[in-house]
């Protein structure tokens, strides 16, 4: 990179020492961490409050599992702040897909029994939905949303395939392979006035968006807690409003099943829910040192920069232009680069050249794929610097070119 293009770089962020931010978290130093938002990662300070927590779990466990519910109950008072939504409105499940998995497993048929979906929406939710319309005897209808449309394109693509016989739409709030918004507010809304329950998919949202759910018009929605957030992995929410709501059970039978939503959620035998009760601290932790707002703004630059570099390596290498994709809806901290032809085209295939970037070049990041193209999704968080992006654009890009002639050939 040049002086100037390095100018244009945000300034790292760095702890109350200025030490580097990454120093807070326990990522391999011999790796470059560029795929915050597949699996996030969780700050130390984190993990030994989640430590502390099974230490105390293992030495009374007869103490532990019977006050567990309460403590669930007084956890999700506080994540129901971060996210701002009522305490009573919130469960805590596992991740977005499970959170999904309950609201499938709790609908029943009331028309055609046919299930909207587009075609930028998570694997693991689009086959849950399958699965239900098969058992409904009905149809998945798939929404063909552009890569680059804008809020009422987008809308307008999904609105067109409610109809009659619709009982349930499914759209992603953030889209996980495509980096972008969906128009959740306007679907809510359409939606709503043809009686038909909507579900959010917002597994990213939570940490990228400020209040992701402050104009967002739906039955249910789900989002992790455990990629922006920070928090430890398998920590979820599931926002139910509405009459439906009562209607939604834990995936596991437990003794809280006679209590009202969502506190049946609150008991599940002897699951270990020290990642719940963890939560909070992770959340704390970027809060009290960064400010979520400023970390936000700062993940939001970084991306621009790593995109900007990323894809001038690239447009370098193979002679086409190297903007950041137009996603149409773009989101804070994630931006999409297209890869040189013969890279990714498939979700198979991104996620082994995810795996062999891993092995061969010593490089985290995340590959995905849309309509037959490979990208490079950025997913910057507040451990990384402008140097990580450098690196990629400057030791990786290179290597990426000769996998992509070899893939050609």
């Known amino acids: 990179m040049s002086e100037s293009e390095v100018a244009t770089a945000p300034h790292p962020l760095l702890l109350a020492d200025g030490a580097p931010a990454v120093q807070a978290w326990s990522l391999d130093p011999g790796l470059k961490h560029l795929n915050h938002g597949s699996f996030g990662a969780v700050p130390l300070v984190a993990q030994r409050r989640q430590e502390e927590l099974r230490a105390e779990m293992e030495r009374a466990p007869v103490v532990w599992f019977p006050t567990l519910p309460q403590r669930i109950a007084a956890t999700r008072v506080e994540l129901a702040a971060y996210l701002g939504v009522a ?8 991740n977005a897909s499970a959170g999904a998995s309950v609201v499938f497993a709790a609908l029943t048929r009331r ?4 299930i909207v979906v587009t075609d ?14 098969r058992r409904w005897g009905g149809r998945v209808r798939t929404a063909r949303v552009p890569l680059d449309a804008d809020e009422e394109q987008a809308a307008a693509a999904v609105i067109a395939e409610m109809g009659e016989d619709t009982d349930l739409v499914v759209v992603d709030h953030i889209t996980s392979a495509t980096a972008r918004r969906m128009p959740v507010e306007r679907i809510g809304e359409a939606a709503r006035s043809r009686d038909i329950p909507l579900l959010v998919d917002g597994a990213h949202a939570p940490g990228l968006l400020a209040s992701p759910l402050a104009e967002a018009t ?7 807690l455990h990629k922006w957030g920070c928090a430890p992995r398998g920590t979820a929410a599931l926002i139910a409003r509405g009459p439906l709501r009562d209607g939604l059970y834990p995936l596991i039978d437990s003794w809280g099943a006679a209590d009202p939503y969502p506190d049946r959620f609150d008991q599940q035998g002897t699951l270990d829910a020290t990642a ?3 939560a909070p601290t992770a959340l704390d932790f970027v809060e009290s040192t960064w400010g979520w707002e400023n970390a936000r703004r700062y993940m939001d630059e970084l991306a621009n920069y790593a995109a900007y570099a990323i894809g001038a390596a690239i447009a370098d290498l193979t002679d086409t232009p190297g903007d950041a994709v137009d996603v149409g ?7 999409l680069v297209r890869l040189p032809d013969g890279l990714g085209p498939t979700r198979i295939e991104a996620d082994a050249l995810r795996d062999r ?17 490979g990208y490079l999704r950025v997913s910057a968080h507040v451990y990384n610097t402008p140097a990580d992006y450098e690196y990629f654009a400057e030791s990786c890009v290179p290597v990426l070119g000769e996998w992509a002639r070899a893939a050609r050939h």
């Open 120 to 133: 930028h929406g998570y694997g693991a939710v689009t086959m849950g939905a399958e699965r239900l319309a």
């Open 111 to 114: 028309r055609g029994g046919e």
């Open 218 to 224: 739906c039955d249910f929605w789900v989002g992790n």
């Open 357 to 373: 970037a891993a092995r061969e070049l010593g490089v985290e990041a995340a590959f995905t794929s849309f309509d037959g193209i």
């Open 87 to 94: 305490a009573d409105d919130l469960a805590l499940v596992p």
């Open 329 to 335: 809806m773009p989101v804070p901290g994630m931006r």
């Open 276 to 278: 719940y009760l963890s």
